[in-house]
């Protein structure tokens, strides 16, 4: 049963356009979702979170939007760089019921085109 | 230099032969946590602890352990390896006793069990 699902494999974009990157959840009791990015050859890090008293949180070219009700949230590149092609994760935790853990999704390569 | 280290970075093994993967962070982190990513299945968690002492199941536990005896190290350890442990490795800490603030992440662990 996969509580965290990043449908899309992988995207590809033109540099200064935006990318949308998607994942949903099925585990209600889901509050706190973070995305990391990942480069070849590197440790994920940390890019942007948000809890689920909020539907977006913004920090400089990301955006994340959190639609409980649908079980979905996106993340959003504006303008998209090439130094942003990557791995995208998306990560869920459910601070009520078991703070320790972190379900992450299967992750999404982003390709920007120069 | 803030940051989470392990070693070995690759190792090729056999089966059966017992290994350690240590995990070190220099941040005074009091969350620390193992994953595993494998093709198309993201990162699952293995084992967190989220204090001195205090250790707990992720999602895919079998054929691991872990302990936490000092603040700073958390080592895998798989007693009997298995060519199905073949995977890539992350640590992770983070400052908060929880997994839902950004967590820093190692620069991984390639293992082959042969």
């Known amino acids: 049963d996969q509580q965290v699902k990043q449908n899309s494999p992988s995207l590809s974009v033109q540099e200064g356009r935006i990318s949308i990157l998607n994942c949903d959840y099925t585990n209600s009791m889901f509050d706190y979702f973070l995305w990391y990015k990942k480069y070849p050859a590197e440790g994920p890090t940390f890019l942007i979170s948000?809890?689920?008293?909020?539907d977006k949180n913004e920090d400089g070219r990301f955006t994340v939007f959190l639609n409980k009700s649908a079980k979905h949230l996106s993340l959003h590149i504006v303008p998209s760089q090439p130094g942003d092609s990557a791995v995208y994760f998306c990560a869920a935790s459910a601070s009520r019921t078991n703070a320790g853990k972190s379900t992450f999704g299967d992750g999404t390569t982003l390709t920007v085109k120069p | 230099e803030a940051q989470v280290t392990q070693n070995p970075r690759y190792l090729i093994t056999v089966t059966g032969k017992k290994l350690t993967v240590t995990c070190s962070q220099n941040m005074n982190h009091e969350y620390m946590s193992w994953y595993r990513q494998d093709p198309g299945l993201g990162l699952r968690q293995i084992y967190y602890s989220m204090n001195v002492e205090v250790t707990d199941k992720g999602d895919v536990p079998e054929g691991y352990k872990v302990s936490r005896k000092e603040k700073r190290n958390f080592p895998l350890i798989l007693e009997s390896p298995s060519p199905n442990q073949t995977s890539l490795y992350f640590c992770?800490?983070?400052?908060?006793?929880?997994?839902?603030?950004?967590?820093?992440f190692g620069p991984g662990t390639r293992l082959t069990v042969l």
């Open positions: 992770a800490s983070s400052q908060s006793t929880v997994s839902y603030n950004e967590q820093f």
């Open positions: 948000i809890s689920s008293i909020k």
